[in-house]
T-cell receptor, first 117, second 115 residues
Framework: AQKVTQAQTEISVVEKEDVTLDCVYE???????LFWYKQPPSGELVFLIR??????QNEISGRYSWNFQKSTSSFNFTITASQVVDSAVYFC??????????????FGSGTQLTVLP | SQTIHQWPATLVQPVGSPLSLECTVE??????LYWYRQAAGRGLQLLFY??????ISSEVPQNLSASRPQDRQFILSSKKLLLSDSGFYLC??????????????FGAGSRLTVL
């Protein structure tokens, strides 16, 4: 069985600070996908990124960056120069590469990020 | 482009009353459809999953049921609501039979309060 742990329940930062959200996963399989979703106060979960286990290259998208380290089973998410609009709950998730749907998607419990002005 | 609609956005119902939440997807065919519940505390729980019309898989035993009367329509129902049914319900879809099959697109959610 797979497990995703987001140990940080809540994080509060001041605007323009950098913040890293941790995600640690467990799986016996060697082929899998990892995801990050954002849930703003409006409630809708928004897909941010999907990364497969073959690709450990870090990814940057604007102020967002993701650090995938297979050796430590971590897929951390960093927001640079945070803004108030980044305030949301962020979910990390895992699914095996062989899954033909999202049925077996395992979500972490989420991290509430609050960015103060 | 694909869009997903979910309604009602907010619902307050007494214990023992029926429930119907509706979800429709536009701009795609043969989607996989999902109902999730998010109780207080943020955890996401998959309730139902559907690969086609009339094909429903229940992930957890509960007071709720789901139906898929049309390809892009997914309905969550209950005959008699319990207090424990309160929560935030999210509908989602994913593509079928492709590498995008595990990427979920969520609706805006329906917040249910049972009194």
């Amino acid at each position: 069985a797979q497990k995703v742990t987001q140990a940080q329940t809540e994080i509060s930062v001041v605007e323009k600070e950098d913040v890293t959200l941790d995600c640690v996963y467990e799986t016996r399989d060697t082929t899998y996908y990892l995801f990050w979703y954002k849930q703003p106060p409006s409630g809708e979960l928004v897909f941010l990124i999907r990364r497969n286990s073959f690709d450990e290259q870090n990814e940057i998208s604007g102020r967002y960056s993701w650090n995938f380290q297979k050796s430590t089973s971590s897929f951390n998410f960093t927001i640079t120069a945070s803004q108030v609009v980044d305030s949301a709950v962020y979910f990390c998730a895992l699914i095996l590469l062989s899954s033909g749907s999202a049925r077996q998607l395992t979500f972490g419990s989420g991290t509430q990020l609050t960015v103060l002005p | 482009s694909q869009t997903i609609h979910q309604w009602p956005a907010t619902l307050v119902q007494p214990v023992g009353s029926p429930l119907s939440l509706e979800c429709t997807v536009e701009g795609t065919s043969n989607p996989n459809l999902y109902w999730y519940r998010q109780a207080a505390g943020r955890g996401l729980q998959l309730l139902f999953y559907s690969v086609g019309i009339g094909q429903i898989s229940s992930e957890v035993p509960q007071n709720l049921s789901a139906s898929r009367p049309q390809d892009r329509q997914f309905i969550l129902s209950s005959k008699k609501l319990l207090l424990s049914d309160s929560g935030f319900y999210l509908c989602a879809w994913s593509k079928r039979g492709s590498t995008g099959a595990n990427v979920l697109t969520f609706g805006a959610g329906s917040r249910l309060t049972v009194l």
